[in-house]
């Protein structure tokens, strides 16, 4: 256990430790220098600190309230050595973090008793510390275990439709990530941000209930087949909709809304301008990139600079003008000069692209 002694008198602290070296399981570390001190708690832990009231540079009281705004001793025990039993100075250090006094006058056999409770006291409660943060480490990996399920869950979930649908795995994994690219650059918390990742992936959901004729028609489809192919959204927000889950409940959101129009003309409700929500116009811009630029059997992929031009002859029609500004912005950033998809896909999954399960993100590179 470690004990920290500060007083500018010499003899005062070898006192002390002289009295401590006799209580087992002891070390003191002595400072003349209250700053010293300090500087030295900075990146040292100790279990107890005894602190003289009186000192030249800085008095004991200010010392204590300073040793409890550093990392490690907000909670450690804080004796202040006094010559006063003035209740106004008492005050002041119980309301800097002192936790209890000790007279100078004190004769030495009491006050090797009080200075062996005292390290009693602060073993006990070095003890209960460290057991309350080993608790919070063990909570800390068993939530992060829950979020890695809850992203794997997700992702394989979504993994269902690259069996039914032209659009592959390698589609719904780069459409959470440009979502979340986004939502971050957006300004939006880190939370839902991450929840948007998880979410975005089962925007086209609604898809198990379209025809395997219609769904995988290489030709033009008919006007009944659209209809039929339209519906998918408000089937996908059925789907999805009546959780408490946090990430489901914003998948119904997106799966219904993400092709709702900024100028309303989009389905299935029409919807128009901010009342979309924004998860679905995050994602209405990221899923319609991707499709740009990703090759289908039914067509060859976009480049990158055809692609974006194309987006922004619909700003203010299809897409939000802010998110497809914020996207717009983000892949001159990111995808290099001169501009290519390899380097966009590349930068991004390297900054956001986490929480994929590694089968899952290895067939999603292999169909890329």
């Known amino acids: ?172 994994y780069r459409v959470a990530v440009y979502s979340r690219m986004i939502a971050e650059r957006h300004g939006l918390p880190g939370p839902y941000c991450r929840a948007l990742f998880l979410a975005s992936p089962l925007h086209d959901i609604g898809k198990v209930a379209v025809p395997d004729a219609i769904l995988l028609k290489p030709s033009r489809l008919d006007d009944r087949e659209r209809e039929i192919v339209k519906s998918h959204a408000a089937v996908g927000g059925q789907i999805l909709s009546g959780s408490r889950v946090e990430v489901i409940a914003l998948a119904a959101i997106i799966a219904e809304a993400h092709h709702e129009r900024w100028d309303g003309a989009g389905y299935p409700l029409g919807l128009k301008g901010e009342a979309i929500p924004i998860a679905a116009r995050i994602v209405a811009v990221a899923d319609v990139f991707d499709a740009l630029t990703s090759e289908r059997p039914y067509k060859a992929a976009m480049p990158l600079n055809k692609a974006l031009a194309v987006m922004q002859t619909e700003r203010g029609r299809h897409f939000d003008p802010a998110c497809l500004d914020v996207f717009a912005a983000a892949v001159a950033e990111l995808a290099g000069s001169p501009p290519t998809l390899a380097i966009l896909r590349h930068e991004l999954e390297r900054r956001y692209g986490v929480g994929m399960p590694a089968d899952i993100r290895n067939s999603a590179h292999s169909a890329t």
């Open 1 to 172: 256990m470690q004990v920290m002694l500060v007083d500018d008198s010499r003899s005062s602290l070898a006192r002390l430790t002289e009295l401590l070296g006799h209580v087992d399981g002891v070390t003191t570390s002595a400072f003349l220098d209250p700053e010293v001190a300090l500087d030295r708690a900075q990146n040292e832990r100790f279990d107890l600190s005894i602190v003289d009231h009186i000192m030249p540079k800085m008095d004991g009281i200010t010392f204590i309230a300073r040793l409890s705004r550093t990392a490690f001793h907000k909670q450690i025990p804080k004796i202040m050595l006094t010559a006063t039993d003035a209740s106004d100075v008492k005050l002041l250090a119980l309301e800097a973090g002192a936790t209890s006094f000790l007279n100078k006058s004190i004769k030495p056999g009491e006050l090797l008793i009080r200075l062996r409770n005292a390290a009693e006291l602060a073993r006990a409660l070095r003890k209960l510390i460290d057991s309350v943060e080993a608790q919070a480490r063990e909570l800390d990996i068993a939530a992060q275990q829950l979020l890695l399920r809850e992203e794997e869950m997700v992702f394989r979930l979504s993994r269902a439709l690259e069996y039914r649908d032209n659009d592959t795995i390698d589609h719904t």
